[in-house]
């Protein structure tokens, strides 16, 4: 494909994908109104009933739009998540044409994996969601006041879930590229002292730095996953390998 070809496929993925966020986005605004809101501040709400005779804790709206401008915030954020299996299909199909016919099936094999590991990935975060909180506010000293500022802690909250699923995407991300010939397996498992490294970093950019449970509780199995990911690339690297013997014989080994 020319450079222009690319250009007018990547602005078709991008149209789909931005279609599927709006009705995304739509499906969110609802659910923010059934259940969602109550679900995101119930952490606070454990906290306030914890601490309840040694000072108030809640959600401050500070300014008369806050709330409604939360709301859509929110319903962006819910419609990136509901949004999740289109946009992740528009990446690799944005990208198969770098792999060849015999590879292309493994698309869907990619795309089965990347789904379930973004929700889990979202799933994770959200469960180490209430530790954070309760180690955060038990900073507060007895008998103060904690006015968390609604639109800070929405912003954590939503920020943390989409972050941390993510990055649970990136190792298929990681095996696609080694299936594609861009990386070796052997180039994958070289820089694992890097990639334990930036995954530390990540998650304690995600959590605060207070929170080191949660920290390792997200950390853990981003490093399982790119070791797998690794494990996956090292048997193709090794079946490309024994087919370039049987076709070529062993000087293209």
Request: include cysteine; aromatic fraction near 14%.
């Amino acid at each position: 494909m020319s450079l222009a070809a690319h250009l007018i496929e990547l602005r078709k993925r991008l149209f789909i994908s931005a279609a599927a966020l709006v009705v995304g986005m739509v499906a969110g605004w609802i659910l923010n109104e059934l259940w969602v809101w109550d679900a995101i501040q119930e952490p606070v709400s454990k906290v306030a009933e914890a601490r309840a005779g040694d000072g108030a804790t809640s959600l401050n709206f500070p300014t008369l739009a806050s709330a409604f401008d939360l709301k859509l915030q929110i319903a962006f954020t819910l419609g990136i998540v509901i949004s999740a299996p289109v946009w992740l299909y528009q990446i690799f199909a944005f990208l198969v044409p770098g792999l060849n016919t015999r590879e292309r099936r493994y698309t869907l094999w990619f795309f089965a994996s990347a789904i379930p590991l973004f929700f889990a990935g979202c799933a994770v975060a959200w469960f180490v969601l209430p530790n954070i909180v309760k180690i955060l506010t038990s900073f507060v000293p007895e008998g103060s006041t904690s006015l968390l500022q609604a639109r800070e802690y929405i912003d954590f909250v939503l920020k943390l879930v989409v972050a941390i699923g993510i990055a649970f995407v990136v190792p298929v991300f990681i095996v696609l590229l080694n299936f594609m010939g861009v990386l070796s397996a052997a180039s994958i498992i070289r820089s694992w002292r890097v990639a334990v490294l930036v995954i530390v970093l990540f998650t304690a950019f995600a959590t605060p730095s207070a929170d080191v449970v949660s920290m390792f509780l997200l950390a853990v199995p981003m490093i399982g996953l790119y070791f797998a990911a690794w494990g996956i690339a090292n048997v193709h690297d090794r079946r490309v390998a024994k087919r370039q013997r049987e076709e070529f014989g062993e000087a293209f080994a």
